[in-house]
C-alpha cells in the first residue's frame, strides 16, 4: 500500500492522479482529515481513511498495511514540525519500507523562513532510521501567476525579489516527480533537488504577462517590509503576508534558484515553462 497524506490538497490530489497511471488503485490510500471530500476518489477505487496530523491514533489507523508513505508538509505554519514528527512516529511504528517528504529546495542551507520547519522535519525523519527520500520542491509557479489578473488590473507587478533567479516549476510537475518516487520498484536517492528547467526575474514575468496581455506591465520592486505593508493591505493574513515577502527577499539572495536540472530527468519531460504557465493563469 502506498499512503498519500493530505491527498485531497492541491498537491496530493495530483500525486494520485500521476499514480494512479502505473499503481492500481486498490494499492493506494488517501488519507485526509475529511473523508467526505474524498469521495471522488473513492469513486475511483483508492481506499480513503481518515488521518489528522494532530492525531497520532489516526495516523496508525490510516498507515496499517502501508508500505510506503507520502508526506505532504501540512499548511499549519510554525506547529508543522510537531505535527510532521507525529507522522514520522507512525510511520515506524508501521514499518514503513520507505517515507517520503515534500521539503522545500536546498533546505539544509535556504534563507527562506519557511525553511526552519522543513529542516527540523528532515532531521527527524533522519534520526527515526526510516528509509526515505527528501522531495525538496521549489517554488510553485502558480505563487506567482495566481496574482497576474490582479498585477495586469492594478497596471504593475510588485514584489520584493530583485532580480534574483527563481527556477520555478508547475504543481503538477513536482506531483508526478512525487509519484515516480513512489512507484519506483528500485532504490531512490535520499535527496532531490527539484526545480524548472529555466529560471526566470519577476522583471522577466511581468514581461510576459505583459506581451500575452497585449498591454505594458512593469514590474516594482519593493523593500521586504514595504511589500509586507502592501501584501496586508490587500487583506493577507500577517503569518502569509511575512511569509510571502520573507520568501520573496530571500529569492532576491537566489533563495529559489537551482539549475541541477534534477526534476525534468526525473520526470522524463522539460518542466513547464513561463511561457505556458502564464498562458494558463490568463
Avoid: C
Avoid at 31 to 42: E, F, G, S, T, W
Avoid at 210 to 231: F, I, K, T, V
Amino acid at each position: 500500500m502506498i499512503v498519500i497524506t493530505g491527498a485531497t490538497g492541491q498537491l496530493g490530489r495530483l500525486v494520485i492522479s500521476h499514480l494512479l497511471k502505473t499503481t492500481p488503485s486498490g494499492q493506494i490510500v488517501a488519507a485526509v482529515r475529511d473523508p467526505a471530500k474524498a469521495a471522488d476518489l473513492q469513486a475511483l477505487g483508492v481506499h480513503v481513511r481518515q488521518a489528522d496530523y494532530n492525531d497520532p491514533a489516526s495516523l496508525d489507523t490510516a498507515f496499517a498495511g502501508a508500505s510506503k508513505v507520502l508526506l505532504i508538509s501540512s499548511n499549519d505554519i510554525g506547529n508543522r514540525a510537531a505535527q510532521h514528527q507525529n507522522v514520522i512516529d507512525a510511520a515506524k511504528r508501521a514499518s514503513v519500507a520507505l517515507f517520503v517528504y515534500t521539503s522545500v529546495l536546498h533546505a539544509d542551507t535556504s534563507l527562506l523562513g519557511l525553511a526552519t520547519e522543513h529542516r527540523e522535519t528532515e532531521e527527524a525523519i533522519r534520526a527515526s532510521g526510516l528509509t526515505h527520500a527528501l522531495l525538496r520542491n521549489g517554488w510553485y509557479i502558480e505563487n506567482y501567476t495566481m496574482g497576474l489578473k490582479g498585477a495586469l488590473a492594478h497596471g504593475a507587478l510588485n514584489g520584493a525579489a530583485s532580480d534574483g533567479k527563481i527556477s520555478a516549476a508547475a504543481r503538477d510537475d513536482y506531483a508526478q516527480a512525487a509519484a515516480v518516487v513512489l512507484a519506483s520498484s528500485q532504490p531512490v536517492a535520499k535527496v532531490y533537488e527539484l526545480a524548472g528547467d529555466t529560471a526566470f526575474t519577476l522583471s522577466d514575468l511581468a514581461a510576459e504577462a505583459g506581451r500575452q496581455a497585449g498591454r505594458e506591465l512593469p514590474y516594482h520592486n519593493l523593500g521586504q517590509h514595504e511589500y509586507r505593508e502592501l501584501l496586508l493591505g490587500v487583506g493577507l493574513p500577517p503569518i502569509i503576508a511575512d511569509m510571502l515577502a520573507n520568501s520573496d527577499f530571500a529569492a532576491s539572495k537566489g533563495a529559489l534558484f537551482d539549475d541541477s536540472g534534477t526534476l525534468g530527468k526525473l520526470i522524463g519531460h522539460p518542466t513547464q515553462s513561463l511561457e505556458a504557465a502564464v498562458k494558463a493563469a490568463l
